[in-house]
């Protein structure tokens, strides 16, 4: 599995590999500025900071069902829970429980999703860091 950078998204550090990071910077709730490829919107209590990154998914060389598969599912989950922040793949919220993102993945197929990271107004300034995990399983 790769994640690439999508051209209207963040620029992503190893972008093409399997161990990508996005850092988005300094972000305030109102004013300032987000990097090339967010977009910030402000609710009534909160904002979120949304940017496109592709997945590409190819099929394993020595795993017989990955030859025998047309098609992949494609889970996500946070490393470690965040009682405060949202964090959402494809609009689909995340956590510490694995979740299927799409159930029918197409292989060698660049794939955009849409990232998104919701921030309360309540939360203190400071860093915010999660890691994704994510698994493509033959079907």
Do not use: C, E, R
């Amino acid at each position: 599995m790769q994640l690439v950078h999508d051209p209207a998204g963040i620029a992503l550090s190893g972008s093409g590999t399997a161990a990508t990071s996005a850092n988005f910077g300094t972000v305030a709730a109102f004013g300032g500025t987000v990097p090339s490829g967010v977009t910030k919107t402000a609710g009534a209590s909160s904002f979120t900071l949304n940017t496109t990154i592709d997945i590409n998914v190819s099929k394993g060389l020595l795993d017989i069902l990955d030859l025998l598969s047309s098609s992949y599912t494609l889970t996500a989950k946070l490393q470690a829970a965040d009682a405060q922040n949202i964090w959402k793949w494809n609009s689909i919220t995340l956590s510490t429980t694995a979740t299927t993102i799409t159930s029918g993945g197409t292989y060698t197929s660049t794939t955009p999703y849409t990232f998104s990271l919701t921030v309360p107004f309540s939360a203190a300034a400071g860093t915010i860091s999660n890691t994704i995990q994510m698994t493509a399983v033959a079907n």
